[in-house]
């Protein structure tokens, strides 16, 4: 009976075939289910709900999704000019037509000029009902009024509810921001004025969570001046400052303008943040929703930096407020090594660290048992560590967790100045899921005595990063032939110093599995620069780039012949 009513994934009704393509990505359908059988394929075609990602993509696959996809069946659109896919954005304009893609509803928008960015903006200001639209303009330059006035229209659709925007240089403090918006998420990676803050405020009223780098207060009779009106933002549930140098009484009039906070989150620099009882009092009579607070503080605090210093700092943080009431447990760490002491929720506000051994850690907490060590630390995406300060541990025998704290990370900075030390490699997978590992940056000593034995460990370590799609070389004095060691045909993304263009050349004749490559340059060098773009053509490879004066980002597709000569 029960067999009989089973469903095979081939007999379900399109509607349900369409809700499961909707959970997938747009080269699962088009090249593995769109080939299973011929009705999957008629409904491929007729599937309008496709999202074209690409942001790290290889060259031939870019044109294989463009040419086989229906502009008007894509209802969201990566592009990227970063390092992995230089001149991306350009060589998509200049192919295919950005008016044709009519149902856009998310746009992601990465490294883009502004010439390019006044094309795509037009488009999206006259026809698509945006939802959400991420930008990431150039970091050196400044946009002109003509983009801003652009911009400035597609934010005032009442279709778009997602915004995140880091406009470089632009001065957001001059922008004008259209009243009503229908906004309810917004990201502004740049530090914003107080008086912008509260205009941005006033003009998004269905804005539900902000994320800022930090707020700027140069005027304390203008902040004054803004908070006497008694104007409240109550829409706003949810703040994170990501950056945070403002001292305690500024956070405070910011935060009492926004009292229906239920998210709090502050990455902060300041000493007197590390009040507990300051912070009780303020969150009881100004944000009484609140139910959720993450931080992470750092500062040169005048405490000493033993068991009884950070026991005497946490002792604020004992109240039943903290731990019955709402249940915050709060970590206090120094590191030997550094004159700051860190203060800190959870580690799930903090997307990067600086790991440093036992040994060299005191902290204290107050959960029954130091969380710093025993939580896994989800929302940690990028760690830097040096090697010589793990063999402390080593040397201290300080006992090796079998818990993978770090389970979810993807970049890992790997820093030694030294031979390669004796069990670094089992340390650093005990704590360490090296599986999620998809970029790896090496600042390396390539030149002290037992270059041989650390050219070995690094094989080791990537062999057992099997997720690896980036590496980043930092040390210019590398050898070729160690570089042809330890770059696997995993590596698709390659990041390195060169001193000559001979260099780069066998680099390119080496390893032609690569789609993308940064070579990096002692000065300037737009002549080699040149003479490698002119090498290229005359090889007939297929690229995009981008360059400035001592660097050459490359986007590399299929060749028409294998550089054999």
Known sequence: MAANMMLSLDTLPVEILH????????????????????????????????????????????????????????????????NQTPGQIELFLSLYHIEEYTRLQSVTLMAIEEYYLNIILKHLSTTCLLISLVIQYELNSILSTETLLLLSLIIGKTSLRKLDLNLGYTILDKFKWPLDCSVQYLRLPNRIRFDTFCMILRCLRSIKTMILRDCIINDIEEMNYLISDNTLYRQLTSLTF???????????????????????????????????????????????????????????????????????????????????????????????????????????????????PKANKIARSTASKVIEDKLTMDSVREMSLDLMEMQVDIIEKKEISNHCLFNRLTRLTLQLHEDWPNGSLRLLSSFIDLSTITELVLDINFTQSDSCNTTTCIIALLEQTSSIRSLIILNRHVSLQTICSIVSNRVKNLQIPVNTVEETKMILKRFNHLFSVTFKFLGNSLSSIAEIIEWLVSKGRDFTYQSTQCSLNLWLGTSKELFLN
């Open 242 to 356: 990501e950056d945070c140098d403002l001292k305690m009484t500024l956070i405070e009039s910011i935060l009492s303008l926004t009292p229906s906070l239920i998210h709090l989150t502050i990455i902060g620099n300041s000493d007197d943040l590390f009040d507990g009882a300051r912070w009780e009092k303020f969150i009881q009579t100004k944000l009484p929703d609140l139910n959720k607070f993450q931080f992470a503080f750092q500062s040169n605090i005048n405490i000493s930096h033993d068991p009884i210093g950070l026991e005497a700092l946490l002792i604020s943080f004992q109240t039943s407020f903290w731990l019955e009431t709402k249940q915050w447990l709060v970590t206090a760490l120094c590191v030997q090594s550094s004159q700051f002491i860190n203060l800190f929720t959870t580690q799930d506000c903090v997307s990067k660290i600086n790991f440093h």
């Open 19 to 82: 809700r499961i393509f909707d959970s997938l990505d747009t080269e699962t359908i088009l090249f593995s289910v769109k080939y299973v059988c011929k009705r999957f394929n008629l409904i491929t075609i007729n599937y309008n709900r496709y999202k074209l990602n690409f942001k790290t993509i290889f060259k031939h696959t870019f044109h294989q999704l463009c040419r086989i996809t229906y502009p008007e069946n894509i209802i969201s659109l990566t592009l990227s000019n970063e």
